[in-house]
């Protein structure tokens, strides 16, 4: 059975501090792995695809790289804003679809002025 | 291009009771896919219908069911609420939920039962 989890569960940086969030999964055979942003009481928005045959994406100010070969993925934030504040959550599927995610646990991002 | 949306936002129901929670697609996708969130569990998958049909099922109890129309909105409903069924409902879609797609999530309904 595949587990997602994520360290830290939560973590407070100052502002313009660059940071990372980890993640780590048990199946080294997921296929694709997702990072998604959620505000509270919101839905997610999703920030970076990760295919299985590639290593890193980029979109602005993150960066997301999936290493299988150890069962890990982070995701990269360059120089936080209080704007970046939210719940982060990784999740990987496996197979030839992407509708089935099994999600971590998130990590709670509070960025301070 | 509108996205995702959930009706109702929220909703309040006693146990024993059943509810019906609404999706709506972007326009275009025919891939539903639906989710619930709890604090204690996270995000859990609980279905995905494409073209009318379920596709895939994750691991709820019979009580948790869902149904696609021809215009792919979906619907899902859960009969004799219990109080640990409370969570953030949470559906999201996609062209046909290829392995290279990005799944887009609606804002969800919160679900409270008493």
């Known amino acids: 059975k595949q587990e997602v989890t994520q360290i830290p569960a939560a973590l407070s940086v100052p502002e313009g501090e660059n940071l990372v969030l980890n993640c780590s999964f048990t199946d080294s055979a997921i296929y694709n792995l997702q990072w998604f942003r959620q505000d509270p009481g919101k839905g997610l928005t999703s920030l970076l695809l990760i295919q299985s045959s590639q290593r890193e994406q980029t979109s602005g100010r993150l960066n997301a790289s999936l290493d299988k070969s150890s069962g890990r993925s982070t995701l990269y934030i360059a120089a936080s804003q209080p704007g970046d504040s939210a719940t982060y959550l990784c999740?990987?599927?496996?197979?030839?679809?992407?509708?089935?995610?099994?999600f971590g646990k998130g990590t709670l991002l509070t960025v301070n002025p | 291009k509108a996205g995702v949306t959930q009706t109702p936002r929220y909703l309040i129901k006693t146990r024993g009771q059943q509810v019906t929670l609404s999706c709506s697609p972007i326009s275009g996708h025919r891939s539903v896919s639906w989710y619930q969130q709890t604090p204690g569990q996270g995000l859990q998958f609980l279905f995905e219908y494409f073209s009318e049909t379920q596709r895939n099922k994750g691991n709820f109890p019979g009580r948790f069911s869902g149904r696609q129309f021809s215009n792919s909105r979906s619907e899902m409903n859960v009969s004799t609420l219990e109080l640990g069924d409370s969570a953030l409902y949470l559906c999201?879609?996609?062209?046909?939920?290829?392995?290279?797609?990005?799944?887009?999530f609606g804002p969800g309904t919160r679900l409270l039962v008493l």
């Open positions: 999201a879609s996609s062209l046909i939920g290829g392995m290279t797609e990005t799944q887009y």
């Open positions: 999740a990987g599927t496996k197979g030839g679809s992407n509708y089935k995610l099994t």
